[in-house]
């Protein structure tokens, strides 16, 4: 064979192996397909599990939050009716559950000036409480601004809320009575020298912790005292304030049981001491739960409050 004939026959032979060849950028762009969907289904397993711990994390919180309080009231009640065992004077959970669902089923009946549902009384006490507690207010925040804002009036006031402010609340009663003649007043009387301290003091103690930067700024500026009290102390003093006030009012409601007991009439204290006297003892154990939830439905109500006045 000639050399051309051998020559046209390589090329022919080459040119048939490259047709019969599979094309290269095909295979590629299919590997790389292939490396996208991968990629597509670990995010997607990636996703799939940030959701599922973050609902197992949500689901942990939930019954850390749940289950602690359940168990300590369960151990409560198991604590209870352990004692109301040992001790047949004391009504058990059930028998005390039973005479709560028939209280509350009516509890503003009315069957004569004395006998009123617990719902009056309740009414009754949250009225003593509101006047109050509400005076004090009006006379113990601004008082607390006088105080803390000039260290004269502090200085004479001091000695005379050091002597006061450790009074039994109940010490206050004969004096009311005395003056005002009445078995209501002289509550609310209670109630507000009761009260006041606490707003007074922390009211006080917040003007006194205002930062002196401010009210060198405030002197610079000329500013009258009014602008002073509304524009720097206020926003400042306020969770101060708030701190008082909810000291107050935790106050307010211990007294006004104690001091219902003591004067009659309508409210939550005088039908624990009507119940005792009727020897009605699951009734006093119902109004022992009715006080302290009303006590932390106004301690709920006064943190919403701060809440919404938070100038942090």
Known sequence: MS????SAVAMHTAHADSASAPPRAPVAANASTIDE?????????????AVAELRRERVR?????????????ALFIGLWALVAMTSPQLP??????????????NPFYRKGPNDLGIGWNILMSLQRVGLGFGLAALVGIPLGF???????????????????????PLAWL???LMVFKAANPAAIWVIFISSIWPMIINTAVGVQRVPQDYLNVARVLNLSEWKVVTKILFPA??????????????????????????????????WVWDEWNNLNVEHIIIAIFVVGIVGLLL???????????DYS
């Open 174 to 176: 004969p004096i009311g």
């Open 3 to 6: 050399a051309v004939a051998t």
């Open 237 to 270: 003093v306020l969770p101060y304030t708030l701190t008082g006030v909810r000291l107050a009012l935790g106050v307010a409601w211990l007294v006004i049981v104690a001091a219902e007991m003591l004067t009659g009439g309508v409210g939550i204290g005088f």
């Open 146 to 168: 006088i105080l803390g804002r000039f260290a004269f009036a502090n200085s004479m006031a001091a000695p005379i809320i050091s002597l006061l402010r450790p009074v039994s």
């Open 37 to 49: 969907v991968e990629a597509g289904e670990t995010a997607a397993r990636a996703a799939a599990f």
């Open 299 to 309: 301690e709920q109500l006064l943190l919403l409050v701060a809440r919404r006045f």
């Open 61 to 73: 919180a939930a019954l850390l939050a749940v289950l602690p309080p359940l168990f300590g009231i």
């Open 92 to 105: 058990s959970p059930a028998k005390t559950w039973v005479s709560a669902l028939d209280v509350f089923s």
